[in-house]
T-cell receptor, first 116, second 112 residues
């Protein structure tokens, strides 16, 4: 089945550091990938939609200069949290959509980001 | 606009008992509906989906869900709970731009 790999699974770093998270579709080409943020004991909040070869579309209230998204190939999207601060600590999850409109999104295993 | 409501943030059942997790949706177009399961510190795994056709959908791990248009519901059931079913369950509806709108989630607790 469709596999999405997310790396790293956990990051701990100092305030002010920029952190890059990768999301790869391993066995299919994903023209669209999604980035979510999940706070403890809460649901997933969509941050942005990442389209290969074009600029990402951000949801209302998400700072695009803070959360940089690049989707340079059909199998890779990256999320960079720039100058991270403790309030950016969260669980970030990506998903990828197969081109067939009836297919569901497939999710990565998430990245636990902790900013000290 | 689409939305999803999951009744009950926590559901507790005994091992071997019926599992029923409730999901109601709102959609202005025929909905595509999904149930996902999340284990601690992991991403989401698809349990089952409804797109068109048969309204009773069977998924993995013995779960199934029934799409009821008249009730705008898509409740998830499993005849007999297993300890390994303890997890967070999310119902979701897909909008026209393929975005998923998630419910708030239901944590399933399974008592031995």
């Amino acid at each position: 089945g469709a596999v999405v790999s997310q790396h790293p699974s956990r990051v701990i770093c100092k305030s002010g550091t920029s952190v890059k998270i990768e999301c790869r579709s391993l066995d299919f080409q994903a023209t669209t990938m999604f980035w979510y943020r999940q706070f403890p004991k809460q649901s997933l909040m969509l941050m942005a939609t990442s389209n290969e070869g074009s600029k990402a579309t951000y949801e209302q209230g998400v700072e695009k200069d803070k959360f940089l998204i690049n989707h340079a190939s059909l199998t890779l999207s990256t999320l960079t949290v720039t100058s991270a601060h403790p309030e950016d600590s969260s669980f970030y999850i990506c998903s990828a959509r197969l081109p067939d409109s009836n297919q569901p999104q497939h999710f990565g295993d998430g990245t636990r980001l902790s900013i000290l | 606009a689409q939305s999803v409501t999951q009744l009950g943030s926590h559901v507790s059942v005994s091992e071997g008992a019926l599992v029923l997790l409730r999901c109601n949706y709102s959609s202005s177009v025929p909905p595509y509906l999904f149930w996902y399961v999340q284990y601690p510190n992991q991403g989401l795994q698809l349990l089952l989906k409804y797109t068109t056709g048969a309204t009773l959908v069977k998924g993995i791990n013995g779960f199934e869900a029934e799409f009821k248009k008249s009730e705008t519901s898509f409740h998830l059931t499993k005849p007999s709970a297993h300890m390994s079913d303890a997890a967070e369950y999310f119902c979701a509806v897909r909008d026209s731009s393929y975005k998923l709108i998630f419910g708030s989630g239901t944590r399933l607790l399974v008592r031995p």
